[in-house]
C-alpha cells in the first residue's frame, strides 16, 4: 500500500462517501470492519480497514444481510445500465429474479427497509445505506412499496432513442448545442434541403442573427419582434415570420377594454401636453392656463397675470371643487395657496400618486380639528382625480388619433406577451439514480434555453434535485465550469442528504461552516480554488467571505450622472415654473448624499478586496439561489411610501449581496440576463411589486428594454387608492390601499417568459 493518510485523519473527513461496511471471516467468526478510502500523494486510491467494535451478534446478522443486498443492488444496477434500451434482456431478468430473492429474504430476517430503527446503525460505516433505504418508500395511501428498479429497467439509453419527427430532430439538435441549432447535425440528417424540410419548426431571426426554435420565437413580446421586422425594411423579406409572429399575437383590446387613468405608462407626453390644451378651451379664459411640463413631466396651472379669484373660481367650478369655507378652494383664500394646492393634486395625477393637496397643521390648530380637515381635504382630492381621470379617458376615446397612439402602445408593450412552451422529455441527467417528473424535464430545457429564470415549483415538488440535474447538464454542455447552488444553512444537511442520495459518480463538494478553524468557510472556499467538481453546495453565510463587487456603487455612480444630467435639463429648459427651484435644491441636496454614500462604499470596497477570496480567483460562473424569497427585501422607489404591499424603503443586506452577485454575473456573460435561477416555492407573498424583485435578480435586461421601473410598473399592474378610515373618537385618516391587481392579461404571461 502507498504511502497514505491514517485512520484517524480519514475517519475525520466530514461525509460518509469514503467508507464501506465489509465482513472478514476470522477462525470461521465474521467479523466486521469499516474499510476507509484514502488517496496516495501520488494520486493512487487504495484504503485502511478499522474493525467495528460494539455491535451485538444481532447487529452483526443484520449487517452480513444487509451487504448481501447492497452488493446485489450494485452489480443488477450495473446490468441494468448495460442492458439500458433492450427488450426482452435475458442478463437483466435473471439479475431482477436474483436481487428480489436477496430482498425477500432479507426483510423475511429483519423487517422493512423503511423505517426501520434497527438498521439505522448501518449509515456510519456504509456510503451506500441510503441508496439501499431508497428501494422502499411509502405510497399515497400510505403502504410501503418498492422501487421501480426492483419491478423493470429504469434506465434509458439516449443513443438508441432516434428522434422520429422534425420537432424533434430540431430538439436534439438543441441537446447537443443549446442556445442555437446545430445547422450541421440538420443538414446531416435531411441534406441540402434541411431549411425547407424544417420550415414551420425554426425561424432565423433577424434581430440576433441566428436560427431558433420556434417555441422560443413565437414566444415572448411578440410585438416587438414585428416591430423590428418592419422597422428594418425587411418586411417582405421575413413575411412568413411576420405571419406566424401575428397569428401567436393575442387579440389586441380596443381602447374601451383599456384601462385609462393618470399615471399609466402607455399615455405619452403628447397626449397630456394635447389635453392640457383641450382644458384650457373649456374654461375659456386667459387668466389661468394648464401646461404640461415635459421636463419635470407635470400638469401645472400657470397664472396669466390676473390673480383674481373670479377667474379661478371658474377653473374650481370646471372640476366640481368645493368653494365653501375650510375647503383647499374657499372662495376667500389668497390665489397663491388654492394654485399650489391644485398643483400638488396635479403633479400626483401624472405621476401616479394617490390623491392630496397637501396641507400643514396651522400654529393655533389642534390635531384633532387638523386631522379631521385634512380628511374633508383628502375627499375632495379624491373627487378631483375621480373628475380628471373622466376627463382624460373621454378625451382619449374622443380624439382619434390619440386612442389610436394608446391602443397600439398599450397591445405592443402589455398586450403582446406569448407563454413560451417547451418539452423536455430528451433531457439525460448522467448519474441520476431518479426518475424526473415531466415538470421537472420542462423545467430543466426552460432554463437551458434561457439559461435563466425563476423554479417555482410548489413546495415539496423537488426544486433542489431539478436545479442540481440542471446544472449537471450544464456542465456536460459546456455551458459552464464551476457551477454553485447556494442555499440556506439549516438546509444543507437535508440537501446533502438529498443529493447523496439521488446522484452517482458525480462529484459534489460543499462549502459551509465547520467544527474547527481548519474546517472554516474560508479554508473550504481556499480548498476548493484549484478542484474540479461537478457542483459545489454553499450557504448564503459563505458569500459573506467572497468578495463581490458591490453593485450600490455602480448604482450611485449611475444615479450621481442622472440628478447631474436632470439638473442641467431644468437649468436649460425655457419655461418658467415656481416649482423649478424647490425640484433643484431637492436635486443638490440628493447630489450631496450620494457622495457621502459613495465614499463610505468606496473604503468598505477597498477593505473588502484585501480581506476576502475574489470570485474572480475561485470561479464560480453559475448560481443556482434555493429559498429565493429570503432574498425580496430590495428597495424599491414605491416602498418608500411605507405602505403595506408597497415594498420596503432600504434592502436588506441580503437582497444587496445577492444584487451583487447578480450583477457579477450577468457582466461576465456580455451584460446578458444569463447566469442565474433562483428557486422559491412562494414567489409572491405581499405585493405585485416581489415580483419586479425577481426581475431586477434574474432580467434586469429586460425591464430595461421594456421600460419598467418601480412606478410605472406599480401604477400599471397594481395601482394605489386611498381610503378616509376613522379612528376610536372619529378623526379621519388617509390611508394609501393596494386594491385588485390591473392588467392581469399582460401580468401573468410577462412573469411565465420569467419562471
Not at 447566469?675 to 435578480?697: D, Q, R
Not at 410605472?712 to 376613522?726: A, D, G, K, L
Request: net charge neutral; aromatic share 10%; glycine share 6%.
Amino acid at each position: 500500500i502507498p504511502e497514505q493518510q491514517t485512520v484517524d485523519e480519514v475517519k475525520n473527513i466530514p461525509t460518509t462517501f469514503n467508507r464501506n461496511a465489509i465482513i472478514i471471516e476470522e477462525n470461521g467468526i465474521k467479523v466486521p470492519y469499516v474499510e476507509y478510502f484514502t488517496y496516495s500523494k501520488n494520486g493512487e486510491q487504495s484504503s485502511v480497514i478499522e474493525k467495528i467494535e460494539g455491535l451485538s451478534d444481532k447487529q452483526i446478522s443484520i449487517l452480513c444481510d444487509y451487504i448481501e443486498l447492497r452488493n446485489a443492488y450494485k452489480t443488477h444496477r450495473k446490468i441494468a445500465k448495460d442492458n439500458a434500451g433492450i427488450k426482452d434482456s435475458e442478463d437483466f431478468d435473471k439479475s431482477l429474479v436474483h436481487i428480489k430473492n436477496i430482498y425477500e429474504n432479507f426483510i423475511q430476517k429483519n423487517g422493512n427497509l423503511f423505517d426501520n430503527k434497527e438498521i439505522q446503525f448501518i449509515k456510519d460505516y456504509d456510503k451506500d445505506f441510503l441508496d439501499i433505504i431508497l428501494l422502499e418508500k411509502k405510497n399515497e395511501e400510505g403502504k410501503i412499496v418498492v422501487a421501480s428498479i426492483l419491478e423493470r429497467n429504469i434506465f434509458v439509453n439516449s443513443k438508441q432513442k432516434l428522434p422520429t419527427s422534425i420537432e424533434e430532430h430540431v430538439l436534439y439538435s438543441m441537446n447537443k448545442k443549446f442556445g442555437e441549432i446545430d445547422i450541421a447535425y440538420l443538414e446531416e440528417n435531411f441534406g441540402a434541403n434541411w431549411q425547407e424540410i424544417c420550415k414551420g419548426e425554426i425561424f432565423f431571426c433577424p434581430e440576433e442573427e441566428k436560427f431558433i426554435p420556434k417555441n422560443i420565437y413565437l414566444s415572448g413580446n411578440i410585438a416587438d419582434k414585428i416591430n423590428y421586422i418592419e422597422s428594418s425594411g425587411l418586411a417582405e423579406k421575413y413575411a412568413e415570420n411576420i405571419s406566424a409572429l401575428k397569428e401567436a399575437m393575442p387579440k389586441r383590446l380596443t381602447i374601451d377594454e383599456i384601462d385609462i387613468q393618470g399615471g399609466l405608462p402607455y399615455i405619452s407626453k403628447e397626449i397630456y401636453s394635447s389635453f392640457c390644451d383641450a382644458i384650457n378651451e373649456g374654461i375659456g379664459t386667459n387668466s389661468y392656463t394648464f401646461q404640461f411640463n415635459e421636463t419635470l413631466c407635470t400638469i401645472e396651472c400657470v397664472s396669466r397675470g390676473k390673480n383674481e379669484n373670479k377667474y379661478f373660481n371658474q377653473i374650481a367650478s370646471k372640476f366640481g371643487l368645493s368653494l365653501s369655507e375650510g375647503m383647499p378652494f374657499d372662495s376667500e383664500d389668497s390665489v397663491s395657496s388654492k394654485l399650489k394646492r391644485l398643483n400638488n393634486a396635479l403633479d400626483c395625477f401624472v405621476q401616479g400618486g394617490v390623491a392630496t393637496f397637501g396641507t400643514r397643521q396651522k400654529k393655533d390648530e389642534s390635531y384633532e380639528v387638523y386631522a379631521k380637515r385634512k380628511g374633508i381635504w383628502e375627499f375632495e382630492a379624491k373627487n378631483l382625480f375621480v373628475e380628471l381621470n373622466k376627463l382624460l379617458k373621454r378625451f382619449i376615446k374622443n380624439t382619434p388619433g390619440h386612442s389610436a397612439i394608446v391602443e397600439k402602445k398599450y397591445n405592443d408593450s402589455l398586450n403582446s406577451y406569448v407563454v413560451p412552451k417547451f418539452d423536455g422529455s430528451f433531457i439525460q441527467v448522467d448519474g441520476l439514480r431518479k426518475d424526473l417528473y415531466d415538470y421537472q424535464r420542462r423545467a430543466i430545457a426552460q432554463m437551458l434555453y434561457n439559461r435563466t429564470g425563476l423554479l417555482d415549483h410548489a413546495v415539496g415538488a423537488g426544486k433542489t434535485l431539478t436545479m442540481a440535474s440542471l446544472m449537471k447538464t450544464m456542465k456536460k454542455m459546456n455551458m459552464c465550469n464551476r457551477p454553485v447552488m447556494i442555499v440556506r444553512p439549516n438546509n444543507i444537511a437535508s440537501i446533502k442528504k438529498d443529493l447523496e442520495s439521488s446522484f452517482e459518480n458525480t462529484k459534489i463538494v460543499y462549502v459551509m461552516a465547520g467544527d474547527g478553524k481548519n474546517n472554516s468557510i474560508a479554508n473550504s472556499l481556499k480548498s476548493i480554488k484549484n478542484e474540479d467538481f461537478d457542483l459545489c453546495v454553499m450557504t448564503e453565510s459563505a458569500l459573506a467571505h467572497i468578495y463581490v463587487p458591490n453593485a450600490e456603487l455602480i448604482d450611485i455612480k449611475r444615479d450621481i450622472v442622472y440628478q447631474n444630467e436632470l439638473m442641467d435639463a431644468i437649468l436649460s429648459d425655457n419655461q418658467k415654473s415656481t416649482k423649478y427651484e424647490t425640484v433643484l435644491n431637492e436635486i443638490r441636496k440628493r447630489i450631496s448624499k450620494l457622495h457621502e454614500n459613495l465614499k463610505l462604499l468606496e473604503i468598505q470596497e477597498e477593505k473588502d478586496k484585501k480581506t476576502k477570496i475574489g470570485i474572480s480567483d475561485i470561479g464560480f460562473d453559475f448560481f443556482c439561489v434555493d429559498e429565493a424569497h429570503g432574498y425580496k427585501n430590495l428597495a424599491t422607489e414605491t416602498g418608500k411610501q411605507m405602505t403595506q404591499g408597497s415594498g420596503v424603503a432600504e434592502s436588506s443586506n441580503k437582497a444587496k449581496n445577492m444584487m451583487s452577485l447578480c450583477h457579477y454575473i450577468h457582466t461576465l456573460n456580455n451584460n446578458t440576463d444569463t447566469g442565474i435561477v433562483m428557486a422559491t416555492g412562494t414567489p409572491i407573498t405581499n405585493a405585485i411589486t416581489e415580483m419586479l424583485v425577481y426581475f431586477k435578480y434574474i432580467k434586469p435586461n429586460f425591464l430595461k428594454k421594456a421600460g419598467w421601473d418601480d412606478k410605472n410598473f406599480e401604477n400599471t399592474f397594481y395601482p394605489p387608492t386611498e381610503e378616509i378610515t376613522y379612528d376610536a373618537i372619529g378623526t379621519p385618516r388617509r390611508q394609501k390601499v393596494y386594491g385588485k391587481i390591473s392588467n392581469i392579461n399582460a401580468l401573468s404571461p410577462m412573469y411565465m417568459t420569467l419562471a
